[in-house]
Every structure is written in C-alpha cells, then in structure tokens.
C-alpha cells in the first residue's frame, strides 16, 4: 500500500494493482474509491485506518488489476520530483528515468510530449490540485500552487485552517496583516458568481494605505509657495 501524489496535486492510494482516490474520511477511518469509479464504471472500493497504514476491508473491482499501471504512476511521480528539484531540460529528464523502465511501463506513461508539458509545469510550480470538492485537497496548500510575492519571496497563502468541508483560505501580501491590524475598518466584498471553481465563497478584504507624510524644510514651503 503506497501513497503518491499526482502531477495535479492530489493524492492516489496504490495497493494491489488498484489506484485509489479519497472519497471521504471518518474519526478512525478513510474511505478510498477506485479512480476508475466513472471511465470503467466500477464499484470498487478501500477502507484504510486514518494513518493510512493498515487495509480493514476490500470491495471488488469490475476490471483487473494493472500492475503495470501502478509502476507508470510510480515513474511519473518520480520523474515530476525530479522536474521540481533539479530542473533540467525535459527531454533529458525523460531520457535519464525511462532508459531504466521496461517498454511496457513506458508505453502506459504515455506521449513523450504530454509528458514534457506536464515536467515544464512541474518545474514552474504551477500545477493546480485536480480537485472535486475541498475535501481532498492537499494540506496544508502547498506553496507551489500559490504565485510567491517578488518582494520576499514568500508564499502567497498566509493560512489554510485544515481539510474539512468549511475549509477556509487565505492570501495576503506582505503587508496586508499589518495593514488589517492598523485599520480603523475592514470593507469586506463577497461574490459567488467569480469565486473560483471548487469555491463556495470568495471575501476581498480592503483596507486603506497608511497616509504618507512628508517632511518638508522652511525653503522647500518658500519655493513651493
């Protein structure tokens, strides 16, 4: 039993020549639903303990197991990994894993192209979690999902309170805390016609910028006047 993420940010469950999605989780344990639920119509179905590091029961899949399958997802996880700390150029990141991989796992990771768009995302850091609902979401975000701020070169999100259904968000500049603590007022804007997909709500929190002042000599005030 294996976790791996995939190249969109979410997370697969690998056990037997079956991948796995989270379909939801419970005080003592998670639910884990065939990733072929809608392409292959099947039922089949884990149920793991909440560490994820023990199987309490198996439903039955309506197609067999793809050993195969599971080593290309290995394969491009690792691949992936690669993009993100090494860089390199695509071809040559290809080259260097797939010249160890038997032909029938290269041929299930697919085009060579495909593969090279998905590493030159990978190494911009700008995959986006493939996600149905917030439940299944990585957490905390990672960082590579977020723009980071040019001016410090810190993440974008300043908070994620957790996994749960109400789980909330939230961006911020630099500044923006102390901005919020100063203010006298918070004007707040909230639609649901622009959030984003996967978003219930989306708040814009604004707030003035602290009036500048500045010191001028008795010669700067005569010229001036």
């Given at each position: 039993?294996?976790?791996?993420?995939?190249?969109?940010?979410?997370?697969?469950?690998?056990?037997?020549?079956?991948?796995?999605?989270?379909?939801?989780?419970?005080?003592?344990?998670?639910?884990?639903?065939?990733?072929?639920?809608?392409?292959?119509?099947?039922?089949?179905?884990?149920?793991?303990?909440?560490?994820?590091?023990?199987?309490?029961?198996?439903?039955?899949?309506?197609?067999?197991?793809?050993?195969?399958?599971?080593?290309?997802?290995?394969?491009?996880?690792?691949?992936?990994?690669?993009?993100?700390?090494?860089?390199?150029?695509?071809?040559?990141?290809?080259?260097?894993?797939?010249?160890?991989?038997?032909?029938?796992?290269?041929?299930?990771?697919?085009?060579?192209?495909?593969?090279?768009?998905?590493?030159?995302?990978?190494?911009?850091?700008?995959?986006?979690?493939?996600?149905k609902a917030m439940e299944g979401a990585p957490c905390p975000f990672p960082g590579r999902c977020?723009?980071?701020?040019?001016?410090?070169g810190r993440p974008f999100i300043t908070c994620d309170d957790g996994p749960e259904d109400s789980?909330?968000?939230?961006?911020?500049?630099?500044?923006?805390?102390?901005?919020?603590?100063?203010?006298?007022?918070?004007?707040?804007?909230?639609?649901?016609?622009t959030a984003p997909r996967h978003f219930a709500q989306l708040f814009c929190v604004r707030v003035?910028?602290?009036?500048?002042?500045?010191?001028?000599?008795?010669?700067?005030?005569?010229?001036?006047?």
């Amino acid at each position: 039993m294996e976790l791996i993420a995939t190249s969109r940010g979410g997370r697969k469950l690998l056990h037997e020549g079956y991948a796995y999605t989270k379909q939801r989780a419970h005080e003592s344990s998670v639910r884990w639903e065939c990733s072929k639920k809608k392409t292959a119509m099947c039922k089949g179905s884990l149920i793991t303990d909440v560490n994820v590091s023990r199987v309490h029961a198996v439903t039955g899949h309506t197609h067999a197991a793809d050993n195969v399958a599971m080593s290309a997802l290995k394969v491009r996880k690792e691949i992936m990994d690669t993009a993100e700390a090494r860089g390199g150029r695509p071809g040559q990141i290809l080259a260097d894993k797939l010249a160890t991989c038997p032909l029938e796992v290269r041929a299930a990771l697919g085009k060579r192209e495909s593969l090279k768009r998905q590493i030159r995302r990978a190494k911009r850091g700008a995959a986006p979690p493939n996600l149905k609902a917030m439940e299944g979401a990585p957490c905390p975000f990672p960082g590579r999902c977020g723009r980071k701020l040019p001016e410090s070169g810190r993440p974008f999100i300043t908070c994620d309170d957790g996994p749960e259904d109400s789980r909330l968000l939230g961006f911020a500049s630099d500044d923006g805390p102390e901005l919020l603590r100063a203010a006298r007022g918070w004007p707040v804007g909230g639609t649901h016609s622009t959030a984003p997909r996967h978003f219930a709500q989306l708040f814009c929190v604004r707030v003035p910028p602290p009036q500048a002042a500045v010191a001028l000599d008795r010669r700067q005030l005569h010229a001036e006047g």
